[in-house]
């Protein structure tokens, strides 16, 4: 009996230790795989500055958001997901938010999150005298209070209930004190933040080298290093990631999609951006000021053409005046389908004087394909007698050029992408359509100016009721979209190549994307 | 040796046969030379498709055909066409005039101020030749490019600004090459004897002395055509040059450098043009300098 007995648990003895054996077969190749060594990311530019609060390019914005991490962090879909805010409430008149902080986190220097350091992050950004260009999107913020350690509250100078989607920006990310204290404003050549990732080395113009913070609050990463190597040439970069000597290609050139996606090896995503090109119209000066003008032009455009074409399918034609991917978006009933005829007809009832060249202007390399589009919109125009001269410039120049005021302002026809950088319509349709947003004060070069729209966006701004906003923001887009202060031309797609060997790599509609969580096969 | 500079049609001396002799051996020399007469042809090839243009290409080079875009070199499109459908060899045909109206364009600013005050420089020196050297050495030490493209920046884009900025770019060249040759010139018997006799100057400068710089100049023009193409192509190429829908190489070039893995063609074609026709320039310029170089005689 006791032979029997002592016979069975040998047998479960040596079960077991075959389970186990087999587990840890099984295990072994899952874990080592998981943890990635180098990660080799091909990008095309060198980053000016590390300091989120200064920074405006996406792509530098999306490496401080590996080094700083996010207030929340806003997924492909737009949902929003604590990250160093824990949650937040907001008052019933919408002028007070509760902000409650993510215990128990420090920054990569060992300096301790907590209210004092993020209020010291608001009073940086809402300081006139610090360089913030992207201040605008917090301009309803009054101050910052403290309320307790893991507490602040924010008082804001008019409602504004995507707020907490502007949390998701890194310009509100924080830095440390104690490196703001060290560094000073050279702190952006030595940024300090609480992500998942820390600066290592910085080789102007050749690399910028991440490593894993060791002191993350949150999930460990996945990968190690993080190398972004500079490399200006979009055709190089294809080709380093063709021979494997990058992992991903930040943007690679649209002529190319194509033949990327025929590889085997590599991986070409290309989700559609909130960034929106569109040809500027003057609706205060000019021949642009006739609503029929402007109509008659989006009617001569054969914009399908333009996203097959020119843009091999890298864009998608506008059928609203924000991207489909942002909230706030509809699909307009009319739509300003190709249509020459109509074109010439609504320019007839408009009296149009077709003896006046109209003065075009353009930048060239700032967006994709940017002077390729405006010489094919000219030819449009062209085709039903307009005259149009067209003209390139530089960046800056460019930029100087749609920020005067419209007694100065030359302005007639112009090329210009506008990206929101959180997924809410406000950015576009308040940031570009207000009458408030007029050069010199703001961005809206078109010189639109409705006082009824700008009624019923005042009003979405104070609007809480999701549901309602949304139908403030619709009638919004039916107005401008029947007024057409633009030529609606194309929502980009953020092109993103990357090895077939990546998995799980999260890239969103802002542009951004994050290596974070990678496994590799 | 010197005999060979003096005007033989409005010198008070009278010419004698070893002067024409020198002067033809120069054109025989030229002749000769079978890579000046290489580039004499693809000179000829190339003024002939600018002139010829319409002719040649029936239908609008700026006109986009977005259905055509990029295709290959076929039957109905003999190199291809661009990005935007509109065919390459047309766009290269006009083109060609452009950069023929560019170059002539940028040599003719050079000549109108480089050569007067070269010659000035030259003939008085001093101090108004102290003063216009600094003023051309300062313009030297910024290299050629450089300063075209400074100079497009400040007075904007398009045709008549590329023309100006490259020409005052080249203006220095001229007024040194002028003011060299005016400095040995101005102390020939024939200048002395021709103050002598109280000449003035401006008589001196026009008929004595510009005549015999003309050798140079001739050469330097040849050369600096070359050069004003390839600027401009240049100037083009980064898109403050030339303004589309104008055809000219170097934008052409420029926009092509996108496609250059799936289609080679289209920044092939242009690539060629501008190759050859500087080519051309210089291989005649070359020959130019070889037939009535001094030092080459000697």
């Given at each position: 009996?006791?032979?029997?007995?002592?016979?069975?648990?040998?047998?479960?003895?040596?079960?077991?230790?075959?389970?186990?054996?087999?587990?840890?077969?099984?295990?072994?190749?899952?874990?080592?795989?998981?943890?990635?060594?180098?990660?080799?990311?091909?990008?095309g530019v060198?980053?000016?500055?590390?300091?989120?609060?200064?920074?405006?390019?996406?792509?530098?914005?999306?490496?401080?958001?590996?080094?700083?991490?996010?207030?929340?962090?806003?997924?492909?879909?737009?949902?929003?997901?604590?990250?160093?805010?824990?949650?937040?409430?907001?008052?019933?008149?919408?002028?007070?938010?509760?902000?409650?902080?993510?215990?128990?986190?420090?920054?990569?220097?060992?300096?301790?999150?907590?209210?004092?350091?993020?209020?010291?992050?608001?009073?940086?950004?809402?300081?006139?005298?610090?360089?913030?260009?992207?201040?605008?999107?917090?301009?309803?913020?009054?101050?910052?209070?403290?309320?307790?350690?893991?507490?602040?509250?924010?008082?804001?100078?008019?409602?504004?209930?995507?707020?907490?989607?502007?949390?998701?920006?890194?310009?509100?990310?924080?830095?440390?004190?104690?490196?703001?204290?060290?560094?000073?404003?050279?702190?952006?050549?030595?940024?300090?933040?609480?992500?998942?990732?820390?600066?290592?080395?910085?080789?102007?113009?050749?690399?910028?080298?991440?490593?894993?913070?060791?002191?993350?609050?949150?999930?460990?990463?996945?990968?190690?290093?993080?190398?972004?190597?500079?490399?200006p040439e979009a055709t190089t970069?294809?080709?380093?990631?063709?021979?494997?000597?990058?992992?991903?290609?930040?943007?690679?050139l649209?002529?190319?999609?194509?033949?990327?996606?025929?590889?085997?090896?590599?991986?070409?995503?290309?989700?559609?951006?909130?960034?929106?090109?569109?040809?500027?119209?003057?609706?205060?000066?000019?021949?642009?000021?006739?609503?029929?003008?402007?109509?008659?032009?989006?009617?001569?455009?054969?914009?399908?053409?333009?996203?097959?074409?020119?843009?091999?399918?890298?864009?998608?034609?506008?059928?609203?005046?924000?991207?489909?991917?942002?909230?706030?978006?509809?699909?307009?009933?009319?739509?300003?389908?190709?249509?020459?005829?109509?074109?010439?007809?609504?320019?007839?009832?408009?009296?149009?004087?077709?003896?006046?060249?109209?003065?075009?202007r353009t930048p060239n390399g700032r967006y994709l394909f940017d002077k390729q589009v405006s010489e094919?919109?000219?030819?449009?125009?062209?085709?039903?007698?307009?005259?149009?001269?067209l003209r390139t410039y530089d960046w800056p120049t460019y930029v100087?050029g749609?920020?005067?005021?419209?007694?100065?302002?030359?302005?007639?026809?112009?090329l210009?992408?506008?990206?929101?950088?959180?997924?809410?319509?406000?950015?576009?349709?308040?940031?570009?359509?207000?009458?408030?947003?007029?050069?010199?004060?703001?961005?809206?070069?078109?010189?639109?100016?409705?006082?009824?729209?700008?009624?019923?966006?005042?009003?979405?701004?104070?609007?809480?009721?999701?549901?309602?906003?949304?139908?403030?923001?619709?009638?919004?887009?039916?107005?401008?979209?029947?007024?057409?202060?633009?030529?609606?031309?194309?929502?980009?797609?953020?092109?993103?190549?990357?090895?077939?060997?990546?998995?799980?790599?999260?890239?969103?509609?802002?542009?951004?994307?994050?290596?974070?969580?990678?496994?590799?096969? | 040796?010197?005999?060979?500079?003096?005007?033989?049609?409005?010198?008070?001396?009278?010419?004698?046969?070893?002067?024409?002799?020198?002067?033809?051996?120069?054109?025989?020399?030229?002749?000769?030379?079978?890579?000046?007469?290489?580039?004499?042809?693809?000179?000829?090839?190339?003024?002939?498709?600018?002139?010829?243009?319409?002719?040649?290409?029936?239908?609008?080079?700026?006109?986009?055909?977005?259905?055509?875009?990029?295709?290959?070199?076929?039957?109905?499109?003999?190199?291809?066409?661009d990005e935007?459908?509109?065919?390459?060899?047309?766009r290269?045909?006009?083109g060609?005039?452009v950069s023929?109206?560019i170059a002539?364009?940028v040599?003719?600013?050079?000549?109108?101020?480089?050569?007067?005050?070269?010659?000035?420089?030259?003939?008085?020196?001093?101090?108004?030749?102290?003063?216009?050297?600094?003023?051309?050495?300062?313009?030297?030490?910024f290299p050629g490019f450089l300063l075209a493209l400074a100079l497009v920046a400040i007075l904007g884009v398009g045709l008549e600004n590329t023309v100006i900025s490259i020409g005052i770019s080249m203006?220095?060249?001229?007024?040194?090459?002028?003011?060299?040759?005016?400095?040995?010139?101005?102390?020939?018997?024939?200048?002395?004897?021709?103050?002598?006799?109280?000449?003035?100057?401006?008589?001196?400068?026009?008929?004595?002395?510009?005549?015999?710089?003309?050798?140079?100049?001739?050469?330097?023009?040849?050369?600096?055509?070359?050069t004003a193409i390839l600027f401009a192509a240049g100037l083009g190429f980064l898109g403050i040059g030339v303004q589309p829908p104008t055809p000219e190489w170097g934008s052409m070039l420029g926009s092509a450098r996108a496609y250059m893995?799936?289609?080679?063609?289209v920044a092939?074609?242009p690539g060629?043009a501008i190759f050859?026709?500087v080519?051309?320039?210089?291989?005649?310029?070359?020959?130019?300098?070889?037939?009535?170089?001094?030092?080459?005689?000697?």
């Amino acid at each position: 009996m006791r032979k029997k007995a002592s016979s069975k648990h040998f047998k479960q003895f040596f079960i077991c230790i075959a389970i186990i054996i087999m587990a840890v077969f099984l295990l072994a190749p899952v874990s080592s795989a998981a943890q990635i060594k180098e990660l080799k990311i091909g990008i095309g530019v060198d980053a000016d500055t590390l300091n989120p609060q200064e920074q405006t390019t996406t792509l530098f914005q999306n490496i401080c958001d590996l080094v700083y991490d996010n207030l929340y962090f806003q997924d492909p879909d737009g949902t929003l997901h604590p990250r160093l805010l824990a949650k937040h409430e907001v008052s019933e008149d919408g002028l007070t938010w509760i902000m409650h902080l993510q215990k128990n986190v420090q920054f990569s220097d060992g300096t301790a999150f907590n209210a004092d350091v993020l209020k010291q992050t608001w009073d940086r950004i809402l300081d006139p005298k610090m360089r913030v260009p992207l201040r605008f999107a917090v301009s309803m913020v009054k101050e910052c209070v403290k309320i307790d350690d893991y507490t602040v509250q924010l008082n804001l100078k008019y409602a504004f209930s995507p707020l907490n989607a502007t949390m998701s920006m890194a310009l509100v990310s924080p830095i440390s004190s104690a490196a703001l204290t060290k560094y000073g404003e050279d702190v952006r050549q030595h940024p300090v933040g609480a992500g998942p990732y820390v600066l290592s080395e910085w080789v102007k113009g050749d690399r910028i080298v991440l490593t894993r913070n060791e002191k993350y609050w949150g999930k460990a990463p996945t990968v190690d290093k993080i190398i972004f190597k500079i490399v200006p040439e979009a055709t190089t970069r294809e080709a380093m990631l063709r021979t494997g000597e990058i992992d991903i290609c930040y943007k690679p050139l649209p002529s190319n999609v194509a033949d990327l996606q025929a590889q085997k090896n590599i991986i070409v995503e290309m989700p559609l951006d909130t960034r929106t090109i569109f040809m500027g119209l003057n609706c205060q000066k000019g021949v642009t000021m006739d609503k029929k003008v402007r109509q008659a032009f989006n009617y001569a455009i054969d914009k399908k053409a333009i996203v097959d074409r020119i843009l091999f399918n890298t864009a998608q034609p506008m059928d609203g005046p924000v991207s489909p991917k942002i909230f706030g978006y509809v699909k307009m009933d009319h739509q300003y389908d190709y249509n020459p005829g109509k074109a010439k007809q609504l320019l007839k009832e408009a009296n149009f004087d077709f003896s006046k060249t109209i003065n075009m202007r353009t930048p060239n390399g700032r967006y994709l394909f940017d002077k390729q589009v405006s010489e094919v919109v000219q030819a449009y125009l062209q085709a039903i007698g307009v005259k149009v001269e067209l003209r390139t410039y530089d960046w800056p120049t460019y930029v100087a050029g749609l920020l005067k005021p419209i007694e100065k302002s030359e302005l007639e026809v112009f090329l210009l992408g506008w990206g929101p950088l959180f997924l809410d319509a406000d950015m576009a349709l308040y940031g570009q359509f207000t009458t408030e947003v007029n050069p010199p004060k703001g961005l809206g070069s078109s010189f639109y100016s409705n006082p009824v729209y700008d009624e019923i966006m005042k009003a979405s701004r104070k609007e809480l009721d999701t549901n309602k906003r949304f139908a403030l923001l619709k009638q919004a887009s039916e107005i401008v979209w029947d007024d057409c202060p633009w030529i609606w031309l194309h929502v980009e797609k953020f092109v993103l190549a990357y090895s077939s060997k990546i998995k799980n790599l999260v890239v969103t509609p802002t542009e951004k994307f994050y290596p974070t969580y990678i496994t590799m096969e | 040796m010197n005999n060979i500079y003096i005007n033989t049609k409005n010198n008070d001396i009278e010419p004698d046969e070893d002067v024409k002799s020198s002067s033809g051996r120069g054109w025989a020399k030229l002749k000769r030379n079978k890579a000046a007469l290489m580039g004499g042809i693809f000179l000829l090839i190339y003024i002939g498709c600018a002139l010829g243009a319409p002719i040649l290409f029936r239908g609008d080079p700026s006109a986009p055909n977005l259905m055509d875009s990029l295709s290959p070199p076929c039957a109905k499109y003999f190199l291809g066409t661009d990005e935007l459908g509109r065919s390459i060899l047309g766009r290269i045909l006009y083109g060609s005039r452009v950069s023929l109206m560019i170059a002539v364009g940028v040599v003719g600013v050079g000549l109108l101020f480089g050569v007067p005050i070269g010659l000035i420089s030259g003939y008085y020196r001093g101090k108004t030749d102290f003063i216009i050297q600094r003023f051309t050495d300062m313009m030297l030490a910024f290299p050629g490019f450089l300063l075209a493209l400074a100079l497009v920046a400040i007075l904007g884009v398009g045709l008549e600004n590329t023309v100006i900025s490259i020409g005052i770019s080249m203006v220095p060249l001229y007024i040194r090459l002028v003011r060299g040759c005016v400095l040995t010139i101005r102390e020939e018997v024939y200048v002395e004897a021709a103050r002598a006799i109280g000449t003035k100057d401006r008589h001196i400068i026009l008929r004595h002395i510009l005549p015999n710089v003309l050798a140079p100049i001739t050469v330097q023009t040849s050369l600096g055509m070359g050069t004003a193409i390839l600027f401009a192509a240049g100037l083009g190429f980064l898109g403050i040059g030339v303004q589309p829908p104008t055809p000219e190489w170097g934008s052409m070039l420029g926009s092509a450098r996108a496609y250059m893995m799936g289609k080679p063609h289209v920044a092939t074609f242009p690539g060629i043009a501008i190759f050859l026709a500087v080519l051309s320039f210089n291989l005649l310029g070359d020959g130019l300098r070889d037939a009535f170089d001094p030092r080459s005689k000697i």
